[in-house]
């Protein structure tokens, strides 16, 4: 058998020649009638279907000669030569076991056919039929099998596309980690000697925002509950940073909460609100976290009371330029990010994107469920 090549079932076998051979029986009894046959020949119709489930046996050896010598370069010549003898011999076995089961059948019932009949059990027209049959089995065989090269391939591609799309999610969501890890770990340089008991506690929830990302590792999509945990354990190590200086109020409805978000996409949003906050001023700096749905769309905004003009920066940076690059992957042109001064001063960052319950990244590539023989 070629590799790769889709087993094909001696059931189905057998069901397409039942098929083929009730056709040809049902074509044989109106052609008798027509002509007016003795009844005792009645059995010569029988025959035919007989002579065609002969065929049926002997498909599997002509499907797996057709895999062992495809019609294919550079050894085209020799399948064809291969093709031929097998033909002429399987030819042979259908017309012999056809003969001599008509001409038992008409010595047993003493009737000799004449005209039309002597025509039906004409050998070299049952040579040339057989022919036709063997070429339209070599033919089946070899479309089948690419049509299932050709379905192989294209799964095999959208599971390259597929874990590429994952591989490029990943990266853009790792380019945001060490912007992180930089502040926090000089945070903790810094506090190490003058605020021990500080210093700890950033670590430990360091420790835990590190081990809810790594647990949720090659996820494109989590639930907004996920998400605001994680979040959460961010704003812990960003809250022993700045004391006081940080006040976060975070707004989610129960109706939201198991909608799925891409991973990973507030802690950027308010990273920016924080860098271009509560470090560009020394009084409090509150943001706000707020999930709403509208329909059949999610927003989530992440607003802050910092400076009154929003940095150009802001928008190129890189935790706003991975989000987006990840929010196009996901959802391509369906989704939106807007960042926009607050009339009163600071700035606002908002998503939207499509609400679902069910992880956009949760279809896998069917499997094909061949039947082997």
Not at 171 to 185: G, S
Request: net charge neutral; glycine share 6%; with cysteine.
């Amino acid at each position: 058998m070629t590799a790769g090549a889709t087993p094909i079932s001696f059931r189905n076998i057998v069901a397409i020649w039942l098929i083929a051979a009730t056709i040809a029986v049902l074509q044989s009894a109106t052609q008798f009638v027509h002509f007016r046959g003795d009844p005792r020949n009645w059995g010569l119709v029988a025959l035919t279907f007989l002579g065609w489930m002969v065929w049926a046996a002997l498909t599997p050896f002509i499907i797996r000669l057709t895999r062992r010598f495809p019609l294919q370069r550079p050894r085209v010549v020799i399948a064809i030569a291969v093709h031929f003898f097998a033909a002429v011999v399987c030819v042979a076995v259908v017309g012999i076991l056809w003969q001599l089961l008509s001409r038992t059948l008409i010595d047993a019932t003493g009737i000799r056919p004449t005209g039309y009949w002597r025509n039906f059990l004409n050998p070299v027209g049952h040579a040339m039929v057989g022919v036709v049959t063997y070429g339209c089995i070599v033919a089946a065989v070899t479309a089948f099998d690419a049509v299932g090269r050709s379905h192989r391939a294209a799964l095999t591609t959208a599971r390259l596309e597929r874990d590429v799309a994952q591989a490029r999610e990943q990266a853009i969501k790792m380019q945001v980690h060490p912007h992180f890890l930089f502040n926090t770990l000089h945070a903790v340089s810094v506090l190490i000697t003058e605020d021990p008991a500080t210093a700890r506690a950033m670590v430990v929830h360091l420790g835990d925002f590190l081990r809810a990302t790594l647990a949720r590792a090659g996820r494109a999509e989590v639930t907004l509950r996920e998400e605001l945990e994680l979040l959460t354990h961010y704003l812990d190590v960003e809250r022993l940073r700045f004391g006081d200086r940080l006040v976060v109020d975070v707004t989610a409805g129960d109706d939201v909460l198991d909608a799925y978000v891409p991973d990973l996409i507030l802690q950027p949003l308010a990273e920016n609100a924080i860098k271009h906050g509560v470090s560009t001023r020394t009084g409090a700096h509150h943001i706000s976290v707020r999930a709403l749905r509208r329909d059949a769309r999610l927003d989530l905004t992440v607003e802050d009371d910092g400076v009154e003009d929003v940095p150009s920066d802001v928008r190129e940076g890189i935790g706003l330029r991975s989000t987006r690059r990840r929010l196009a992957h996901l959802y391509g042109a369906d989704c939106a990010l807007t960042l926009a001064a607050r009339p009163d001063g600071g700035a606002r960052a908002t998503v939207s994107l499509p609400y679902h319950l069910e992880p956009v990244d949760g279809d896998r590539v069917a499997e094909a469920d061949d039947d082997g023989a």
